[in-house]
């Protein structure tokens, strides 16, 4: 029988006591399963990266795309895989992994999955607080989407109440009233093309969403690999265009103002002045300089082997 932590997080809005003793029965069906209930994200990491020290083949992660996105960076370049047990609101990496956004239906099919290699992104950056390393599995941002995702989830209630709305009426709300004006002070270069941007946004996996039900898509079609959009500016209308072309995996135009690059090794990014950025949804520091670069087998995920689609199949459930 293979071995498991579940590293639960209570504060989650699918968490109760009733669906945690629910998941807890299902997976000890299928693994010598122990519990453990962090405090804190340096709590969730240490116990991830002890769990990996004594060889548990998976740590799963019960709550939203927070607490997986901890546990994950414990996990990165070690034989223990990631498990996923979706009970936030969004639950991005559940849709693209195409894993059941019920908790009980995810440990239900845990029973079945495989450790599969998964791509992640690795950001250094030079913080306020010094050097800084984090992987990201869904998304990075900095700029105007770090911002967006700092002001929404300074509001807990709003978020579990309203979800995807919260975060849309958010970047609206902080467009109109400070970004629609914002001067150019990113300076990006991969490749030897440097770009002036208020923004930039890479995906890991296509697509990614935190709006719930609508995907988004930074590039047109399908790219084994990430991408980076950046923009210079962010007028309500060049703002509303980016999101519909992405909403509806429409090609983004360079004769617009925005900037994309797909399957890159190293992007850098200079801030001035310092920026908050975001690793999958969570605010890491404020930096002045990131480099980003796609690390292919960063970590084991139990998922399907294939989530080409998977976004669109767990949306449909």
Known sequence: MRSA?????????????????????????TFDLTTEWPVSTVETSREAARAAERG???????????????????????????????????????RIFGIPLKPLAAANASADLLPNPTRMVR??????TGP??????????????????AIA??????????????????????????WRSYDPHLRLT???DRFDGVIAMTQVHRPYTYFGRVPLHLTSEHVDGIATLAAGSLG?????????????????????????????QSLTIEAEPATPF???????GTASYLEIAPVQDAMLVLRPSDHSDSFRRTTLK
């Open 190 to 192: 991969c490749n030897g």
């Open 5 to 29: 932590v579940l590293i639960a997080n209570p504060s989650a809005s699918q968490f109760t006591g009733g669906v945690f003793r629910n998941v807890v029965a299902s997976l000890s069906k």
């Open 278 to 284: 975001h690793a999958d949804g969570e605010i890491i």
């Open 132 to 149: 800084n390393t984090r992987y990201a599995m869904f998304s990075l941002g900095i700029g105007f989407d770090a911002d967006v995702i």
């Open 153 to 178: 989830e300074s509001r807990p209630y709003a978020k579990l109440r309203f979800g995807g709305i919260h975060y849309a009426r958010t970047a609206i709300g902080r467009l109109v009233s400070t």
């Open 123 to 128: 950001v250094d950056a030079e913080t306020e």
């Open 236 to 264: 309500i209308a060049r703002a509303s265009e980016i999101f519909a072309r992405a909403a509806f995996g429409r090609k983004h135009r360079d004769a617009t103002g925005i900037r994309l690059w797909t399957n890159y």
């Open 56 to 94: 548990v083949d998976v740590v799963f992660a019960m709550g939203g795309d927070g607490v997986a996105h901890y546990v994950a960076n414990a996990l990165v370049g070690t034989d223990t895989a990631l498990g996923l047990i979706p009970a936030g609101t969004t639950n991005v990496l559940a």
